[in-house]
């Protein structure tokens, strides 16, 4: 398996002269597995533009286009370029949209493609050429996708529905994990608190402890892992609830799970790259952190597994 970024920031595309290194866009990681170089697209963000401009250069020649796109969640900034992916404007190309989506009255495809309304862009989603499914996905142990390649999801900690992808090939694991937080207790652990009940803070604790587990299971060992990295620990505390995660968190996470690589990804859009080439100086020493090998994904980096 071959993965290589086309998106790495979070929340929305930052481009300028401060973020020429790490890149601005936001999130879209390519992957080619096997012989044959199937392609697998992990979100939708403006990333993606540029993805689409390549497959037209160096996939189209060989013959119709296919491809499936895997997101992660609905919010924009994991879709908003998918009305500028030029594949899905070529006749002959097929493509498979898989994600969850948070309303059970919102199909994928009107959550995804409803941002293609004239009130929004000039093309609407029944003019175009391609033919596209839409496959509506939920938290499962395994999805046969077909030629060895085989899926696991797990519902992450978001405030819309998001799931983790691990991805794995001949012995290969690729995984990533955003948007996503820590999950903790949502009850009063305060004694002092008027309505504190300790039977429910007690609880409140043990859930969050299993559902902080069972994403490390979930990730446990992967080859590479793309995590969740917008905020640091300081940044984090006054930003609770927002559905990202602190970077010393996810290190120390993927430490626990034995994960060979980290990446950490979903770039906040002020984080600009001097500021990054600190970060890594800190974070990013082999061995400081443990023995997962830790980087900050940048845009065109490409890891071969």
């Not at 093309?123 to 395994?142: D, F, M, Q």
């Not at 996470?253 to 100086?281: I, M, Q």
């Amino acid at each position: 398996m071959k993965v290589r970024f086309w998106g790495v920031r979070g929340s929305i595309p930052s481009p300028g002269a401060k973020t020429q290194k790490y890149g601005g866009n936001t999130a879209c990681i390519e992957l080619r597995v096997g012989a044959e170089d199937r392609l697998v697209i992990i979100d939708a963000g403006s990333g993606i533009r540029s993805l689409g401009n390549s497959m037209m250069a160096s996939d189209l020649p060989k013959g119709p286009i296919k491809a499936d796109i895997f997101l992660s969640h609905t919010h924009w900034d994991h879709i908003m370029g998918y009305p500028f992916f030029t594949p899905i404007y070529i006749p002959g190309t097929t493509l498979k949209v898989h994600g969850p989506v948070s309303f059970e009255d919102d199909p994928l495809e009107e959550v995804v493609g409803g941002q293609m309304k004239y009130r929004y862009f000039p093309v609407n989603l029944g003019e175009l050429a391609s033919e596209i499914e839409y496959i509506r996905l939920k938290e499962a142990p395994s999805i046969d996708l077909g030629n060895g390649l085989h899926l696991s999801t797990k519902l992450l900690n978001h405030p819309i529905t998001a799931l983790g992808y691990r991805f794995t090939y001949d012995g290969k694991a690729v995984c990533t994990c955003y948007d996503t937080e820590p999950f903790r207790n949502l009850f009063i652990t305060d004694p002092n608190h008027p309505d504190y009940d300790e039977a429910m803070a007690f609880e409140g604790a043990e859930v969050a402890a299993e559902q902080n587990l069972a994403v490390e299971q979930f990730f446990a060992g992967a080859d590479l892992l793309i995590h969740d990295a917008q905020y640091t620990a300081a940044e984090y505390g006054s930003r609770i609830n927002w559905g990202h995660t602190a970077m010393e968190y996810a290190i120390a996470a993927a430490n626990r799970a034995g994960v060979k690589k980290l990446a950490l990804f979903h770039h906040d859009p002020d984080r600009f790259d001097a500021t990054l080439d600190e970060l890594s100086a800190i974070y990013c020493e082999p061995g400081k952190f443990g023995n997962t090998e830790v980087f900050f994904a940048r845009e065109g980096m490409e890891i071969d597994l």
